[in-house]
């Protein structure tokens, strides 16, 4: 897909979603043709990230800051060196942007879409190059963070969506009390047999796809997946309106459940009061083991302290007592702690920590020691 | 001095045993689902009618009830417990409304006017309070102090519990005879200790003032810095100079030319593992050690 840069300029934003759309909308014989041939078609790609703090038409000196700060690891100054940016704005919240690889003679095009607290970036490329371009650059660009959701979540705003199919699914099993671990991706597979996984192998959903009718037929065909990322595989021809719908309801959908989970409401900061101070409030977000019966050889506690807090480079950490970590990110430069009751983590905001450390750590315990957790966030004013 | 710093963290550990016991997010219950708030911890509440200052580690309130909370760690039951609970409930009624009306209670929906009881509670750790039990003078002075307030206990894994001694309000009577269970491991908001002793000082910097101010990768402060960060506390500038010269002798800083102390990324293995430094020595250890081998040295 080319996308025409010079034709959507000062569009509005809905026009420029919608000329998006009409490129992988398809007619039932396109559909079928390429089913059957098995070819890889155009599909739309969304990736979702949380923004702190950076404004379009900045981009360029966003890099530049990037290459010149001493931080920078040498995978960020490689990435620099190895690809040319442009930024071009189109309109107040929406830029095109062209990454180039000179080595491979590519270029990548994408559209940001700036909201007031999250960025998507939409684009047709294919997901080999995406993970190359736009996803590390996202990764490396400060004040911004790729959404993260739980299996729950992806259920959720599939169920909310009207007239919706499972049609596919992957789902992942790994955890710290075993070596076993289990990725099923199953085309075609129905709600019951996500069920059947689940039940079976104490499998997570982290992609699920869907079909959405409008009747009588599938009229869209799409997937989320956990890590802020959503594609439009196609809308059949005529049902483009249901799919621009759509796109807006996930946009709505994901950030209000990135919000449930890792938006720190409150903090235990101190307000002076009179001779004293009183505390603002306190959030913790809980990781809640759902598996059932699993054999310990070590304390879960132990584990995560060596297997994650030891291991991982960003984080330093102090053990107050047995199971209790005051942690560091130097990432984000922010601190948190942990307490671990049994086999549930419970995460403490302190003053200084926002959504993106606590965000990253699900992120990580999910990913690389125990799939099974879900979230349960409390956040509460603490001062009359 | 071997368990000095042991005595200090369990000091600091009851401050957040009680504050779990108010947030109840992690055994989901707490005061604060029983519509308690806190209005503020070092609060000095004038009567001038009778003569008294309360001045408890914190109060809350539900609109209805102030409660005023000592919190003790300590291995014995003193004369001044009895006198701040003394204190604590002959504050009047009208003094306490007053220090609330000058107070943004109301901004945020309370009245003052709707204060009825004062309730003086003082917390000890439940081993301490099972042993005072078997001596006869430990328990009479439990006794005693129980007419002036109620006497709660509390640990972790355990509940917060009224032990004995009255509570005006039913309500609260009700919930503090059942219990509010806490968690194993209270989470840290508090790592002052009340005589601020240098290392719960040192530990206070590394996790309070330090690594909430880490946003731009460094922290550079002055002893008069660190003053004002704990202006409601009154803490000696020397103790302050000292705590901070032992930070940068164990690498949790650096001392920069103009004498001031930059805390970076770089320092933070040590800033977040500064306790680790008392399981042997204490911060004047330290710093007498430090003063020793700079005189041998200047002896050759």
Known sequence: ?384 | MDGEWERQKREIDSYNIFFSAIKGEVTGQGLLKHGYRIVGRFLDIPDSYNEVEASPDFVLFDGETLVMVEVKSGENISTRDKEQMKECGQLGIEAAQNYLSDTDIQSKGYDPNGLRYIQPCIIYYEDFIEECKTFDGCEDALAELKEYAAVLTQDKGSALQLEGGNIVSQDLDDVLSDGIPLPQLPDKNVYLTEGIEKESLAVSICYDCVQNNMGKGRLTVSETDIMEYYSNREIPIDRISDVLKFLDDVGACRETDDGQYEFTTGHMRNIVGIEQNFEENLVDDWLEGEAESQKSLSDF
Not at chain 1, 110 to 126: D, H, M, Q
Not at chain 1, 244 to 270: A, M, N, S
Request: charged fraction near 35%.
């Open chain 1, 1 to 384: 897909m080319n996308i025409d840069n010079n034709a959507l300029k000062d569009k509005e934003t809905d026009e420029i979603v919608s000329v998006l759309i009409d490129h992988v909308a398809k007619s039932d014989e396109e559909v079928k043709r390429e089913r059957e041939e098995g070819r890889r078609t155009t599909e739309l790609k969304v990736f979702v990230a949380e923004n702190k703090g950076f404004d379009l038409g900045t981009l360029n000196e966003e890099i530049q800051a990037l290459a010149k700060s001493e931080n920078a690891s040498k995978h960020v100054q490689n990435f620099i060196t190895e690809h040319n940016f442009s930024e071009e704005r189109l309109n107040k919240e929406v830029s095109y942007v062209e990454i180039h690889t000179p080595n491979y003679e590519r270029t990548d095009q994408f559209i940001f879409l700036n909201g007031s607290e999250y960025l998507k970036v939409l684009t047709a490329e294919r997901r080999d190059w995406t993970k190359k371009t736009v996803e590390n650059l996202l990764k490396y660009l400060p004040g911004i963070d790729r959404l993260f959701l739980s299996s729950s979540d992806l259920r959720e705003i599939v169920d909310d969506l009207p007239k919706t199919t499972i049609s596919g699914f992957t789902a992942k099993y790994h955890s710290y009390h075993t070596d076993k671990r289990v990725t099923i991706q199953f085309h075609g597979g129905s709600k019951k047999e996500l069920e059947k996984v689940e039940e079976e192998f104490g499998a997570r959903a982290t992609r699920l796809e869907f079909d959405q009718a409008n009747s009588p037929s599938a009229a869209i065909h799409s997937s989320v997946d956990q890590k802020g990322y959503y594609k439009f595989t196609y809308v059949r021809e005529g049902s483009e309106e249901k799919g621009r719908e759509t796109l807006r309801q996930i946009f709505q959908d994901y950030e209000e459940h990135d919000r449930k989970h890792f938006e720190v409401e409150f903090t235990p900061g101190k307000i002076p009061v009179k001779s004293g101070f009183t505390i603002e409030g306190f959030t913790t977000l809980q990781l809640l083991d759902e598996e059932k019966d699993a054999e310990e050889e070590k304390a879960p506690s132990e584990k995560l302290r060596d297997e994650i807090l030891d291991r991982k480079r960003r984080y330093e950490f102090s053990e107050w007592e047995q199971g209790n970590y005051l942690v560091f990110d130097k990432d984000h430069n922010e601190p948190f702690e942990i307490t671990v009751e049994g086999r549930d983590l419970a995460v403490h905001a302190k003053p200084a920590t926002t959504s993106v450390t606590l965000r990253d750590f699900c992120n990580i315990i999910l990913e690389d020691f125990n799939s099974t957790y879900g979230f349960e966030k409390a956040s509460n004013s603490l001062r009359v």
